[in-house]
């Protein structure tokens, strides 16, 4: 077990006064097609982080960069100290690290809501299953869908299996949550309710960085927004001031189309 | 018991309807053997063909290339050539091939019978499309399902026992049903290389008896018990693993 010590040790070189999420100078290529070009930034814990742009810019594949869905070219990504591109990266310690949420919930549908949230924790971190139950029962109610347990993904609402693929995620007990534009599959009813429970969460003081073009929501819970055009950040700021003055043209002419 | 098989005897003497599987003692015990072996040759190669499209079908997955020619060869030999025509290639061609061992009797014997040929021509027939069936099931399962298990920190093994499989297995219950609903009556082939089961009986049973017409008719009635039964026990099945507001 040389690869678990290893990440022992640069965990323990990890300290909170140093970013949570550091990621230098990332290239990812898709054939000849280049996504990200060079994306550096920093997030710190407790941060929340949103990352807006126009589709194709990259945002959704610098999201899947930092869990090692997609392996990068070039460049590095550090979560609580962790080298992401790294061949022998332990994957397991990673994910346990980084909790995701997608467009399409992605619940596993053979599973009760209250199942999907267990699963990982028992087959993955194989932690007691009463102990994880009464957690996930808990996670549940933080979702707002207690009595909801027994439902399989089917019979729940888009809203509602977004929640539950939340608590999912959260279950895991991860350090930075990230979230792949959450609310683009909902109903305009629905988003409210998702969104309230990521805002839940970002008072809490959980790590979370969105991809969204939620712009008002963006506005309300960010510290700090990134616009990614052609794969590098345009510009970035605290959201006040990014939203008032925009500096580049492209953010102005993007923020232009959307508010 | 004894007077219900007696009044075949009177039906016999008074239509001429000559059921001797019913009221012939030596005829009923055959037909009965050959029944059960009808049942025992289905129930082995149903899970022998089960198996062999599980591991078909995760091989189809590998990143070696030659392994997945071979499944594909593998596939396309079987599915492309008749049932009959695989059983006699692999008793006459295979079987004559193989060493011989002395039996108790004192005779020199193939190491295979019939019966082990059978099983293994028929569970490679069936085994062949099996694999097809599993590989579109698991194919139906939407990346961004396998997505999510990973992010979660399933392994690739981990992922494919909980949440592929599962899942896969039900997007393809049905056609699994409907090739297994085949390989049943495929059965009947064995037939041919004299493994007694209910034709190769009734085929005996009216050559001693000339009673084709009874013979016929009662097999065909037989199978259409035998694989509705089958078909209901899927069907119950099936419907078992439905899941609610899923894929509907």
């Known amino acids: ?40 930034f920093d997030v710190m814990k407790g941060d929340v982080v949103c990352v807006i742009g126009p589709s194709g810019s990259g945002k959704s594949t610098l999201l899947r960069c930092i869990n090692a869905l997609v392996p990068i070219d070039e460049g590095s990504i550090q979560v609580a100290g962790q080298e992401v591109h790294d061949p ?12 995701m949420v997608f467009q399409q919930y992605n619940l596993f549908p053979h599973k009760t809501a209250l199942q999907n949230v267990m699963m990982a924790p028992i087959q993955v971190l194989k932690q007691d299953k009463a102990e994880v139950r009464e957690r996930a029962l808990k996670l549940m109610k933080k979702v707002r869908l207690n009595g909801k347990e ?3 993904p089917g019979e729940l609402s888009g809203g509602q299996q977004q929640r539950v693929a939340i608590a999912r995620s959260l279950a895991m007990n991860p350090d930075v949550m990230l979230f792949d534009e959450v609310t683009a599959a909902l109903d ?24 969204t073009h939620e712009m008002g929501f963006a506005r309300e819970i960010a510290d700090m927004m990134y616009f990614t055009d052609n794969g590098v950040i345009v510009e970035s700021g605290p959201p006040k001031e990014f939203f008032a003055n925009p500096r580049d043209a492209r953010t102005k002419e993007f923020l232009g189309q959307i508010l | 018991m ?8 009177w039906l016999y003497d008074e239509t001429g309807i000559n059921l001797t599987i019913l009221y012939d003692s030596f005829d009923r015990e055959r037909m009965v053997r050959g029944f059960f072996n009808t049942i025992y040759l289905s129930l082995i190669c149903l899970a022998l063909s089960v198996v062999i499209g599980l591991v078909g079908a995760w091989l189809q997955g590998s990143p070696l290339k030659w392994t997945r020619r071979i499944v594909q060869g593998y596939i396309q030999l079987f599915r492309n050539t008749p049932p009959l025509v695989q059983m006699y290639f692999f008793f006459f061609a295979l079987g004559s091939l193989m060493p011989r061992m002395e039996n108790e009797y004192g005779i020199m014997e193939p190491v295979l019978s019939n019966w082990h040929w059978a099983i293994i021509s028929l569970s490679f027939f069936a085994g062949a499309f099996n694999v097809e069936i599993f590989r579109s099931g698991i194919e139906a399962v939407p990346r961004s399902t396998v997505e999510a298990a990973e992010s979660l920190g399933y392994t690739r093994l981990k992922t494919y026992i909980y949440v592929v499989l599962p899942l896969a297995f039900r997007v393809c219950l049905p056609a699994l049903n409907n090739n297994l609903v085949n390989l049943v009556k495929t059965t009947t082939l064995a037939y041919a290389i004299a493994v007694p089961e209910m034709l190769y009986v009734a085929n005996q049973i009216w050559s ?10 009662f097999l065909l009635l037989a199978y259409v018990v035998l694989v509705g039964l ?19």
């Open chain 1, 188 to 211: 305009p009813e629905t988003v409210k309710e998702v969104l309230v429970t990521i805002r839940d969460l970002a008072e809490e003081g959980m790590t979370c960085m969105l991809v």
């Open chain 2, 230 to 248: 089958l078909v209901h026990v899927m069907n119950r099945w099936e419907r078992a693993m439905r899941l609610p507001g899923y894929g509907v």
């Open chain 1, 88 to 99: 022998k990266l332990d994957k397991l310690a990673l994910r346990k690290k980084v909790g």
């Open chain 2, 2 to 9: 004894e007077d219900f098989f007696q009044w075949f005897r």
């Open chain 1, 1 to 40: 077990m040389s690869s678990s010590s290893e990440t022992a040790a640069t965990q323990a070189t990890w300290t909170p006064d140093r970013p949570i999420v550091s990621i230098h100078g990332v290239h990812k290529r898709f054939g000849d097609f280049e996504v990200l070009r060079g994306v550096t």
């Open chain 2, 208 to 217: 001693d008896s000339v009673n084709v017409p009874e013979m016929m008719t």
């Open chain 1, 150 to 152: 027994d439902a399989y």
